[in-house]
């Protein structure tokens, strides 16, 4: 942490849904009418489809086991060289794995927002990291507990308060943002201040212990006592597990740091300053978060070895939570799926941690196992963790048709029965710090279009180019195939959303929480963090100062 908290004030947030209804975010009153939940049925692009619907005879348990910044490749059952990730793996053989799945958000508050309500940041309008979760819109959570079943968190949520009411039946050992508020600086983004926590991330780096690798711990051990009680309940569960690894700080455990050596670790893709992306807004967000100006060639392995080790100690804290789940007896009736918020870059293109759209950002891993799950199964449909509310429904037979169009995504589970739908959109979006402006991002077939409002946009052929070297809308411009995919990328965005309206909005709200925190000087001088302190920390700084 690099700097002492500073007061800030917190006024009552009021949040604009829509043009008419508006949400109290500390009465949890909604006034000026009637917010219409079911607007999402003209999304053919990502709802389900007309004759879908769930399985409502299913009925079983619902485990989500989720970690933080956690790349799609950086798993042995993705065929990485280096990474050791076992317990995954095992899971990857008697599941299926998403190969193509991807954060609404790639930064964590919007994106768990996005998650709990599953549904786009721009509809539910929890833009950045001073904007989180509030326990409104309506939450899967809400949903299932609603219906009879146990919903339950364990660790990391990133939400306003454990003080709202978020859907779950209990919450244990939660995380939330600092304060209540956040991250206050990330608003300012028509005139960026200097990050100066940006030193920290090569600061520390290496092996040890952090409050980070203590706080998976604990998680781990009340995940493992909560599951090993279900032995004797018969009451229906739905179960969700946040782990923060492999999250910096990067400091892994000695027994993770040490099996991997920095010496012949892989090396950064692209990460020559030539190489490097000429996008202006890509720039803008590599001149906030200039962290890799900070790092030597021997830091750089040596946070390369600490991340991979972060990921191993990950690992085998979701093999303990498997392994409780079987103790329990209700693994044959319990539907797993582990996944991350968003993925981490890690030095590719010379980027550092998430906010682009790039796959080592914007794409997660996505594993499920369980009843009607496909086994040592490889879906390249996209997927989304706005995928995981319908998914919720759909496992433990709490929904109706009616209930499944609540949600713009798909179960997962079926996903995972059909066939590959390669021409399936999927969709991020990014507005918080470091930007100057919205990003949105869509994938299908082998083609990524993200359109920059205001900048020009950016066009990849994963197929041909999987480490996004090239980019197409830049130097294949008249290139007749090209041409159709920036049109095609297009047309899928606008039947998505309407970027500018959207980012125009997004302003328009950013300023008002602004000025609801007390100004731009009152945001510049907030308390400033590379990562959320845990509980504990946050208690403490509670006691030595108001946020």
Same mark, same amino acid.
């Given at each position: 942490?690099?700097?002492?908290?500073?007061?800030?004030?917190?006024?009552?947030?009021?949040?604009?849904?829509s043009?008419?209804?508006?949400?109290?975010?500390?009465?949890?009153?909604?006034?000026?009418g009637?917010?219409?939940?079911?607007?999402?049925?003209?999304?053919?692009?990502?709802?389900?489809?007309?004759?879908?619907?769930m399985?409502?005879?299913?009925g079983?348990?619902f485990?989500i086991?989720?970690?933080?910044?956690?790349r799609?490749?950086?798993?042995?059952?993705?065929?990485?060289?280096v990474?050791?990730?076992?317990?995954?793996?095992? =899971?990857a053989?008697?599941?299926? #794995? /998403? *190969?193509n @799945?991807?954060?609404? $958000?790639?930064?964590?508050?919007?994106?768990?927002? &996005?998650?709990?309500?599953?549904d786009?940041?721009?509809?539910?309008?929890?833009?950045?990291?001073?904007?989180?979760y509030?326990?409104?819109?309506?939450?899967w959570?809400?949903?299932?507990?609603?219906?009879?079943v146990?919903?339950t968190?364990?660790?990391?949520?990133?939400?306003?308060?454990?003080?709202?009411?978020?859907?779950f039946?209990?919450?244990?050992?939660?995380?939330?943002?600092?304060?209540?508020?956040?991250?206050?600086?990330?608003? =300012?983004?028509?005139?960026?201040? #200097? /990050? *100066?926590? @940006?030193?920290?991330? $090569?600061?520390?780096?290496?092996?040890?212990?952090? &409050?980070?690798?203590?706080?998976?711990?604990?998680?781990?051990g009340?995940?493992?006592?909560?599951?090993?009680?279900?032995?004797?309940?018969?009451v229906?569960?739905?179960?969700?597990?946040?782990?923060v690894?492999?999250?910096?700080?990067?400091?892994?455990?000695?027994e993770?740091?040490d099996?991997?050596?920095?010496?012949?670790?892989?090396?950064?893709?692209?990460?020559?300053?030539?190489?490097?992306?000429?996008?202006?807004?890509?720039?803008?967000?590599?001149r906030?978060?200039?962290?890799?100006?900070?790092?030597?060639?021997?830091?750089?392995?040596?946070?390369?070895?600490?991340?991979?080790?972060l990921?191993?100690?990950?690992?085998?804290?979701?093999?303990?939570?498997?392994?409780?789940?079987?103790?329990?007896g209700?693994?044959?009736?319990?539907?797993?799926?582990?996944?991350?918020?968003?993925?981490?870059?890690?030095?590719?293109?010379?980027?550092?941690?998430?906010?682009?759209?790039?796959?080592?950002s914007?794409?997660?891993?996505?594993?499920?196992?369980?009843?009607?799950?496909?086994?040592?199964?490889?879906?390249?449909?996209g997927?989304?963790?706005i995928?995981?509310?319908?998914?919720?429904?759909?496992?433990?037979?709490?929904?109706?048709?009616?209930?499944?169009?609540?949600?713009?995504?798909?179960?997962?589970?079926?996903v995972?029965?059909?066939?590959?739908?390669?021409?399936?959109?999927?969709?991020?979006?990014?507005?918080?710090?470091?930007?100057?402006?919205?990003?949105?991002?869509?994938?299908?077939?082998?083609w990524k279009?993200?359109?920059?409002?205001?900048?020009e946009?950016?066009?990849?052929?994963?197929?041909?180019d999987?480490?996004?070297?090239?980019?197409?809308?830049?130097?294949?411009?008249?290139?007749?195939?090209?041409?159709?995919a920036?049109?095609?990328?297009?047309?899928?965005?606008?039947?998505?959303?309407?970027?500018?309206?959207?980012?125009?909005?997004?302003?328009?709200?950013?300023?008002?929480?602004?000025?609801?925190?007390?100004?731009?000087?009152?945001c510049?001088?907030?308390?400033?963090?590379?990562?959320?302190?845990?509980p504990?920390?946050?208690?403490?700084?509670?006691?030595?100062?108001a946020?």
């Open positions: 942490m690099s700097a002492a908290p500073r007061s800030i004030s917190t006024p009552s947030i009021r949040i604009h849904w043009g008419e209804i508006r949400r109290s975010h500390d009465s949890g009153t909604i006034a000026g009637i917010l219409e939940v079911g607007l999402f049925r003209n999304f053919s692009l990502v709802r389900s489809g007309e004759g879908e619907k399985n409502a005879a299913s079983n348990n485990l086991i989720i970690s933080d910044e956690h799609r490749d950086a798993m042995g059952c993705a065929g990485h060289p990474v050791k990730t076992p317990n995954l793996d095992r =899971l053989a008697r599941g299926t #794995v /998403f *190969e @799945a991807y954060t609404p $958000s790639p930064v964590c508050v919007p994106a768990r927002a &996005s998650i709990a309500c599953g786009f940041v721009h509809r539910i309008r929890c833009w950045d990291s001073a904007t989180p509030c326990g409104f819109p309506m939450s959570m809400h949903l299932l507990r609603d219906k009879g146990e919903v968190s364990i660790g990391k949520l990133h939400f306003r308060s454990a003080k709202d009411d978020n859907g039946s209990r919450e244990i050992l939660s995380m939330h943002v600092v304060g209540g508020v956040g991250w206050p600086i990330g608003l =300012l983004r028509k005139d960026p201040p #200097v /990050f *100066e926590s @940006a030193p920290e991330l $090569s600061a520390r780096v290496g092996a040890g212990t952090s &409050s980070y690798t203590d706080y998976d711990r604990a998680i781990t009340a995940a493992c006592d909560w599951l090993r009680a279900r032995e004797a309940s018969d229906p569960w739905a179960t969700f597990v946040s782990l690894s492999p999250h910096y700080p990067l400091v892994a455990p000695r993770y740091y099996l991997y050596d920095p010496e012949s670790v892989d090396f950064p893709i692209a990460y020559e300053h030539a190489r490097r992306p000429r996008h202006s807004e890509v720039k803008n967000i590599a906030f978060f200039d962290y890799d100006r900070h790092f030597d060639r021997r830091e750089l392995r040596e946070a390369r070895v600490a991340y991979y080790g990921v191993s100690f990950m690992d085998n804290c979701v093999g303990r939570i498997l392994s409780a789940l079987e103790q329990s209700q693994s044959d009736n319990t539907v797993v799926i582990y996944v991350s918020d968003h993925g981490d870059m890690m030095g590719d293109h010379g980027l550092w941690t998430k906010q682009v759209m790039y796959e080592g914007a794409g997660v891993p996505m594993i499920m196992a369980g009843p009607f799950v496909p086994e040592g199964k490889r879906v390249r449909t997927t989304s963790l995928d995981l509310a319908p998914t919720a429904v759909d496992v433990t037979g709490t929904g109706s048709r009616s209930s499944a169009e609540l949600f713009p995504g798909r179960s997962l589970r079926q995972a029965g059909e066939e590959d739908d390669l021409n399936r959109t999927t969709f991020s979006e990014y507005h918080d710090g470091g930007s100057t402006t919205g990003a949105f991002m869509v994938r299908w077939e082998n279009f993200v359109h920059y409002v205001g900048h946009a950016q066009l990849f052929d994963l197929a041909l999987p480490h996004e070297l090239r980019d197409l809308a830049r130097d294949n411009v008249n290139d007749p195939v090209v041409i159709a920036l049109q095609e990328g297009e047309r899928r965005l606008r039947a998505i959303c309407d970027p500018e309206e959207v980012n125009a909005r997004c302003f328009d709200d950013q300023e008002r929480r602004i000025a609801e925190l007390g100004g731009i000087e009152a510049k001088g907030a308390y400033v963090f590379n990562h959320t302190p845990t504990d920390e946050q208690r403490a700084l509670e006691k030595g100062s946020f």
